[in-house]
């Protein structure tokens, strides 16, 4: 699936999926972990924020979300109304550099085709302030695939592996990496890592 076609299939399984997953977990309280790390009054990305309901609503008010699906989006409004939003893709974020104090991206990096994953990563550290953070869904295999009949339509999924995942990290200025187990919005159990974008780029060596 071409990102067009992602995009197209997201539009149409949007709604079944805001409907289907559970809006509260285990994950949400890495949330609490990450904020704790953060000044006040920070500026968070919630990357693929969907309906807003599982992650964006448990950041604090004025917090960004940003999804290629415009249905996504139009849910996100109704259900967090004082969050900012935007559409576009994550390989280029409609953001300016240094305008965000953490990025989240929670079960969203994977909808984009792995050879693309640097870049994305990238982009997470272009637009992160300095000693910015990182909250993200850790593939746990290599795959790329389709799955027909996901929530009723059919989905893109792509990832080059867990370890292969924290090197692309690593590669793209993010720093003492940890990683948490949490319950994901389908019931699954999944690793997701905090990293950091240190001040110093010569920390990152």
């Known amino acids: 699936m071409d990102r067009r076609a992602v995009k197209a299939a997201w539009e149409r399984v ?5 409907e289907r997953r559970d809006p509260t977990g285990s994950d949400a309280a890495l949330l609490d972990d990450l904020l704790a790390e953060l000044p006040s009054d920070p500026v968070v990305l919630d990357v693929g924020c969907g309906d807003g309901a599982r992650t964006l609503a448990n950041l604090p008010p004025g917090s960004v979300g940003l999804d290629l699906s415009r249905r996504g989006l ?23 550099a240094d305008a965000v104090d953490a990025v989240t991206a929670y079960h969203a990096v994977f909808h984009v085709p792995r050879a693309d994953h640097p870049a994305v990563y990238a982009e997470f550290a272009r637009v992160l302030r300095p000693d910015g953070r990182l909250l993200m869904t850790l593939p746990s295999g290599r795959f790329e695939t389709v799955r027909r009949g996901w929530m009723g339509g059919e989905m893109f999924f792509s990832a080059p592996g867990r370890e292969t995942t924290l090197d692309q990290l690593r590669a793209a200025g993010f720093t003492d990496l940890r990683t948490a187990t949490a319950d994901d919005p389908l019931g699954s159990s999944t690793e997701f890592v905090f990293a950091t974008l240190p001040a110093d780029p010569e920390c990152a060596t």
Request: charged share 25%; net charge negative; glycine share 4%.
């Open 14 to 18: 949007a709604e079944t999926y805001a």
């Open 74 to 96: 139009s849910l996100a409004r109704e259900r967090v109304p004082e969050a900012r939003l935007l559409q576009g893709e994550m390989t280029t974020m409609p953001l300016a």
